[in-house]
């Protein structure tokens, strides 16, 4: 994270409506303000939504990655061609294209999950799938963490 940029924090769950708009939480609107980038995470079956800034930020890790290798190519088209722009409309809600919608199994309800430098979109039974096998591991990782120097 650099200074100044948003963490994103929490969890929030949130109805869709018919046309696939999802409210975001209050505490991040203001940095989503000037517009974000919706993604297809890998390998999880969820979406994530950058600002602007931290998907450039992570573009750029992906483009280091030359395209001559084929783990750069692939990189590059597992972030770059499943991004979108989207804009927060008066109500603070972003439009979720169908394919994002339909690649995430979002239908009527969406759980929002803050990732610290994007938020993830989950169908609200995925996560709970994925967070349940999750446990067990992040116990044995949160007992062998080690914090960094500062």
């Known amino acids: ?3 100044g940029q948003m963490l994103f924090y929490g969890r929030f769950e949130y109805a869709l409506d018919e046309r696939g708009r999802l409210p975001l939480p209050p505490r991040f609107r203001e940095a989503l303000q000037e ?3 919706l993604s297809q995470d890998f390998p999880h079956l969820c979406l994530l939504l950058y600002s602007r800034e931290a998907f450039r ?4 890790q992906v483009t280091a990655v030359p395209r001559m290798h084929r783990r750069g190519r692939l990189l590059r ?3 770059l061609s499943t991004s979108f722009d989207v804009e927060l409309d008066k109500q603070s809600r972003v439009l979720i294209p169908p394919s994002l919608r339909e690649y995430a199994g979002l239908s009527t309800k969406a759980l929002v999950v803050g990732d610290g430098e994007c938020l993830q979109i989950w169908s609200p039974e995925s996560f709970a ?4 096998g999750a446990r067990a591991e992040l116990q044995a990782a949160q007992e062998s963490y080690e914090p960094r120097e500062r």
């Open 129 to 132: 799938d994925v967070w349940a």
């Open 77 to 79: 088209w597992g972030l």
């Open 1 to 3: 994270m650099t200074d």
């Open 35 to 37: 517009g974000a980038v």
């Open 57 to 60: 930020q992570e573009a750029a």
